[in-house]
């Protein structure tokens, strides 16, 4: 089994920064693709930024030059640094990741999800 939790949301003014980090563990060969994503209050979730192995990045134009998506492979975290915050970046943040379960024989990828974190910007 694996898992996966999310730690490092909170209550923020405009403009500040919040780091979160999200940890893997269990029976994990590898993990090819990690990521964050984002649901507000009554609106779908949607990405906001991924990172893979190889250390490709991929954001959310609204996120842009803002988050910074990073990761310690030795330790299967995923980290968000997000400057600037702004309201609208208030929401539940998920980590998510593409795990390879098993051995260099043979490999199984599942998609996995952590529990959410809350980040709230607000005066």
């Known amino acids: 089994q694996v898992q996966l939790v999310e730690s490092g949301g909170g209550l923020v003014p405009p403009g500040g920064s919040l780091r979160l980090s999200c940890a893997g563990s269990?029976?994990?060969?590898?993990?090819?693709?990690m990521g964050w994503y984002r649901q507000a209050p009554g609106k779908q979730r949607e990405l906001v930024a991924t990172?893979?192995?190889?250390?490709?990045?991929n954001y959310a134009d609204s996120v842009k030059g803002r988050f910074t998506i990073s990761r310690d492979n030795a330790r299967n975290t995923v980290y968000l640094t997000m400057n600037s915050l702004k309201p609208e970046d208030t929401a539940v943040y998920y980590c998510n990741a593409d795990v390879d379960l098993g051995s260099a024989v043979m490999t199984t990828r599942r998609t996995y999800w952590g529990q959410g974190t809350q980040v709230t910007v607000s005066s």
């Open positions: 990172i893979i192995s190889g250390g490709s990045t």
């Open positions: 269990g029976s994990i060969f590898s993990i090819y693709a």
